[in-house]
């Protein structure tokens, strides 16, 4: 008797969500199946990684992934058109740091300027992200929603203080849209509901239940994702479908093994390619768990997780 391989089929199904405009533009979501299991089902679109650029230097970032950029981050315009000419980046993650009453707190007026240049300069999609500041990304987030009108991006994070306003943005001016809660499958769920109720499109939403670096929570955040995906696909909630967004670099690129230094810790090895690997197995685990698009930030980590990625499929 010959072996069969156990397949395992699901009622439920993952939203396909589009951004970017004509031949530029990217679908993620759409598998019907666990991550990378084509014998079990369809996986039409491959997970996504977009670039993070920010529209003021990176002075946080540690110096290993800080200089890789140091020659065009001064600029973000300048900033992005490198990633896409150079690195080839597929999508382009813009986040509105300087907007964030503890750094530059410039206005939204700015950011909507910031917004328009990098539009103008490059044709991949793009994510535009707020600071995280909940008070200020509800008027940032409005201006970029405005200024980036008709060229189909993601905006967030609407968070559960801040999404009516951010919603009726995304809305206004056709936008795909990021929905943020703190790792917590209910509260994922609540905020989708909320934000639906609205009348916003669930084909346009894509879920963020926030990422941790690895050996900072990385299992929880992996099982909240999980649970994500298979309450989508195994009871079919139709709440729990959007694509998963994971904003890796930003919380990869702040742990102690990412910036001790080498003379302290000589027995972790060399400071940079450190931080490579902690961001790529960050990103590699937050695929293998259903998240569809990622952030991140060093261009080395991006090519070996885009390396796991086509190996996968």
């Not at 535009?128 to 905006?155: F, P, Q, R, T």
Request: negative net charge; hydrophobic residues 40%; aromatic residues 6%.
């Amino acid at each position: 008797m010959s072996y069969v391989v156990p397949k395992e089929s699901f009622n439920g199904k993952v939203l396909s969500v589009d951004f970017g405009k004509d031949d530029k533009a990217i679908s993620v979501g759409g598998e019907n199946c666990l991550p990378f299991l084509s014998f079990e089902g369809d996986l039409p679109n491959r997970p996504v990684i977009a670039y993070e650029i920010q529209d003021c230097p990176p002075d946080d970032w540690p110096d290993t992934v800080k200089d890789v950029y140091k020659d065009v981050s001064g600029d973000p315009v300048t900033w992005a058109k490198h990633c896409q000419d150079n690195l080839n980046a597929k999508a382009i993650a813009l986040r509105l740091v300087s907007t964030h009453p503890d750094r530059d707190n410039r206005s939204a007026e700015d950011a909507a300027k910031t917004i328009k240049d990098v539009l103008a300069a490059i044709n991949v999609p793009l994510i535009i992200l707020g600071s995280n500041h909940i008070e200020k990304d509800s008027a940032v987030l409005v201006a970029a929603a405005e200024a980036a009108s008709g060229n189909n991006c993601i905006i967030g994070k609407a968070q559960e203080g801040n999404y009516k306003t951010i919603v009726a943005a995304a809305l206004a001016h056709n936008h795909k849209l990021i929905a943020m809660s703190e790792l917590d499958i209910n509260l994922a769920k609540q905020l989708n509901i909320l934000i639906t109720q609205m009348g916003f499109d669930k084909s346009k939403l894509l879920t963020d239940p926030m990422c941790s670096a690895l050996g900072y929570g990385l299992e929880y955040t992996y099982s909240v994702m999980e649970r994500i995906r298979l309450a989508g696909l195994a009871q079919n909630d139709q709440t729990m479908q959007p694509p998963i967004l994971g904003d890796v670099g930003i919380y990869v690129w702040k742990v102690k093994e990412v910036v001790a230094p080498e003379a302290d810790l000589p027995e972790w090895g060399a400071l940079e390619e450190r931080g490579i690997a902690w961001e790529a197995v960050t990103a590699t685990s937050m695929i293998t768990s259903g998240t569809n698009l990622l952030i991140m930030r060093h261009p080395k980590a991006i090519e070996t997780v885009e390396k796991t990625i086509e190996e996968l499929t």
